[in-house]
């Protein structure tokens, strides 16, 4: 065997399968061996003691860049998830959003030289227009971002709608991202505490009820599966969704669930202290442990199929510009997503084995990014991350690297640790800090890599 680039000797490699101390190669930005033997290379770097995990594939991202980036952009966001050990991420932003071709060409050219990590860019499906689904699946985007209410100023999608988009999109076969909150009733909801006066964080959960959530998902979860499309769930904040989703999964619908780490660990009531910066749509919804408890068995079995952040930044400062109505929906995840996962498996919530599933296969598959991303095998794109399980430390918002500033797992001690991240066999990040050129590449969606 000729000399490698790079060889990752003595690690137990992570994959959603299994675990094995093997030793990793990697040749001209691919993994070219995985296995006991080690082949000579231009660098060895020793992984004794520590997991070697694929890179972690972060679906569901908003970097507000172009558009917003007093929020959030592309330096810094993916900063974040390459210290983390994120390597893949999808991105799509609302301030400028994707309708077209020749906005995703636009954007496209803009990003280049301003990514850490490798990235996808989906499309916002407008009401209305869906004889564009084709083209912009063959042009490459990952999937199309479809709300059922209009939020953040793009337009929601009544059933009617839905049904046309979802259709059209099963003919290409092209992925819709499906943010379930029913209108009519976030609607009523809003006009009558906005009559009561009502200006505390408790109408947060009032205002994006789960009878909405609930309600959307259902008829969502219907339409994909009589549409014969493909399809994710957005953010499954509580069991009864999973329930809906698993119901129509069961009779052929080709449905995930992406759940995010603010689903188990934050609490409801946390929105009565923290205001605004409990402010996200749909809310935190687990009141008590047993319902934290519930989520984790749902993401463990599979009901929930894989995890993101939903990071959709704000500053402190931004998050206190204005009233519980105005300020900015979201929170920042890429900080600290993969370390919640970390720490989750050495709580006994999920497997390390889980944490490669639901945080890098899953998702890799669902739009297309597999084989190339995902996995840890030989053809691969070497996106690895190296990980101390028994590290510890604590978040805190001095050490977040995204633009917001603060993270709402500030003060909470997590045990495992990213080490080093690499991308396509180039060191990233390394001990929670970004390092090298920003070498982040484009990669297409399902669509345009099956054509």
């Avoid at 101390?21 to 990697?26: D, E, G, K, Q």
Wanted: hydrophobic share 40%; proline share 5%.
């Amino acid at each position: 065997m000729p000399d490698m680039d790079l060889v990752i000797a003595g690690g137990t490699v992570v994959t959603a399968h299994g675990r094995n101390r093997l030793n990793v190669a990697v040749q001209d930005g691919r993994i070219s061996y995985v296995g006991p033997e080690q082949p000579t290379a231009r660098e060895t770097v020793d992984a004794g003691g520590l997991l070697v995990l694929p890179g972690g594939v972060d679906t569901h991202v908003h970097l507000m860049d172009p558009g917003s980036t007093e929020r959030e952009d592309f330096p810094t966001g993916t900063s974040a998830a390459a210290a983390s050990g994120v390597t893949t991420i999808i991105e799509h932003s609302h301030g400028q959003p994707v309708v077209s071709v020749d906005d995703l060409n636009a954007k496209r050219e803009y990003l280049l030289d301003r990514s850490n990590v490798d990235y996808g860019l989906a499309a916002h499906a407008w009401p209305g227009r869906s004889s564009v689904v084709a083209e912009l699946a063959a042009a490459g985007v990952a999937f199309f971002k479809v709300f059922t209410c209009t939020t953040h100023g793009v337009p929601g999608h009544d059933a009617a709608a839905l049904k046309e988009h979802l259709t059209q999109t099963a003919l290409v076969d092209s992925v819709s991202l499906m943010h379930c909150e029913d209108e009519s009733l976030t609607g009523a909801a809003e006009k009558i505490l906005r009559e009561a006066g009502r200006y505390d964080g408790g109408l947060v959960p009032e205002w994006r009820n789960r009878d909405a959530e609930v309600v959307a998902a259902a008829v969502a979860a219907l339409l994909v599966r009589r549409t014969g499309a493909r399809a994710t769930i957005a953010h499954v904040s509580h069991p009864e969704v999973a329930e809906y989703v698993a119901q129509e999964r069961a009779r052929g619908a080709r449905l995930a669930a992406e759940t995010c780490p603010q689903y188990f660990l934050l609490r409801e009531q946390e929105v009565l202290e923290q205001g605004a910066l409990r402010k996200f749509t749909p809310p935190a919804r687990a009141r008590t442990d047993d319902d934290e408890k519930q989520m984790w068995q749902l993401l463990r079995g599979g009901t929930l199929t894989h995890m993101s952040t939903d990071h959709a930044p704000s500053t402190l400062e931004q998050k206190r510009a204005g009233d519980i109505w105005n300020v900015h929906f979201g929170l920042p995840g890429l900080d600290s997503t993969m370390a919640l996962l970390l720490d989750a498996a050495a709580r006994g919530h999920l497997s390390h084995e889980d944490v490669a599933r639901v945080y890098a296969e899953v998702p890799a598959r669902t739009y297309g990014l597999w084989p190339r991303k995902g996995r840890v095998a030989p053809g691969a794109d070497a996106d690895l991350v190296l990980v101390n399980p028994s590290g510890e430390r604590v978040l805190r918002n001095q050490d977040v690297l995204s633009k917001a500033g603060w993270t709402p797992f500030d003060g909470r001690r997590v045990r495992g640790q990213t080490v080093r991240t690499y991308l396509r066999g180039a060191l990233v990040a390394e001990e929670g800090k970004p390092v090298g050129a920003r070498g982040g590449r484009f990669v297409p969606g399902r669509s345009a890599a099956a054509g």
